[in-house]
């Protein structure tokens, strides 16, 4: 991206961090693809998916240690999780970008670019599923979120923490996430929509999702796992006719059935919602659209949203 004389970013037809792989020659021997020329917003699941079978075939072709993309912010998050959830390649699969363009002050791709290069090649990194670097840190692809919308230390894991960090010597990676088996799909058929819960909401919104003819649906709740009461008697209904999974809408923690109220957590549990592992909404709408697409039963996706 770059900006033009209005000083609105556009896309650049030459990637600009192209322009800093020859100072990376002494990290590694480094092989361009070039995938596609998007802004973030336009990426789809299926744009996803099509850079997931993209990356597989380059490994089955090439003996590479490391895989690093460079990709917008905005989704990021998603892509790399959906990788995560596609590709089981033991190579650390890194993912990067710039929140600041190439020609302005203070940008940050190329710094990005050059220490995800180097937790490419890093032994600590192997074996850890696809990783996210960014202004020096290392997140995993479930925990990681954009957290503020111009800051170059945007990217966060809220949850657990990042994995690691790279100072101007080490890579270093102090935890291990805990990896769960990859499903790469030939296509995505099902369409999972996602409603944030707010005080007083109609259950009308709710009762739509099936009528759209949509195949199932993930709920931003309250607190640790809680919706108004007018809800209720809609999430029976739509339980009846595809999986319902929720996350908090809470920038921090789980959802748990705790309260025994009407609307709470407990009676979510009972009406057969899938209670997810700390999730965001946008990445859990991705794994529950790929468990659907492999067919998975209730009990394997109460399994498949317990534990990460």
């Known amino acids: 991206m770059a900006q033009n004389h209005s000083g609105h970013v556009l896309p650049n037809e ?15 021997d ?29 490994l089955e072709d090439g003996a590479y240690d490391g895989v690093v993309i460079t990709h917008g912010t905005d989704t990021l998050e998603e892509t790399a999780y959906f990788l995560q959830l596609t590709i089981g390649a033991p190579i650390p699969i890194v993912l990067t970008g710039a929140m600041r363009s190439s020609n302005e002050v203070g940008s940050d791709g190329e710094f990005n670019l050059i220490t995800a290069l180097r937790v490419a090649v890093s032994k600590a990194a192997q074996d850890k599923g696809v990783l996210v670097v960014f202004n020096g840190e290392i997140h995993s692809a479930f925990n990681v979120t954009k957290t503020h919308t ?10 657990f923490g990042n994995l690691g960090m790279v100072t101007k010597d080490h ?9 769960k088996p990859t499903h790469m799909v030939t296509q995505l058929s099902k369409r999972v929509a996602v409603l944030k819960v707010y005080a007083g909401m109609e259950p009308d919104l709710l009762l739509a999702v099936s009528e759209l003819g949509y195949d199932g649906l993930v709920l931003e709740v309250l607190g640790q796992g809680n919706v108004p009461p007018s809800l209720v008697d809609a999430i029976q209904t739509l339980t009846q ?3 319902i999974v929720i996350v908090s809408r809470c920038f921090n923690g789980i959802v748990q059935d705790v309260y025994g109220y009407t609307g709470g957590g407990q009676q979510l549990k009972e009406l057969g919602v899938i209670f ?7 990445k859990a709408r991705l794994k529950l659209m790929i468990e659907l697409e492999i067919s998975a039963t209730h009990p394997a996706l109460e399994e498949s949203f317990r534990v990460e």
């Open 241 to 243: 006719q595809m999986p």
């Open 171 to 179: 890579v270093y990676l102090f935890n291990t996430p805990l990896l």
């Open 276 to 282: 997810s592992n700390g999730l965001n909404s946008q």
């Open 14 to 28: 030459i990637n600009p961090l192209d322009a800093s792989l020859p100072k990376a020659t002494d990290i590694a």
């Open 150 to 159: 111009s800051s170059v230390d945007t990217f966060k894991s809220v949850h």
């Open 30 to 58: 480094i092989t361009t693809r070039h995938f596609s020329n998007l802004p973030s917003p336009h990426i789809t699941p299926e744009i996803m998916l099509r850079l997931a079978h993209f990356i597989d075939k380059e």
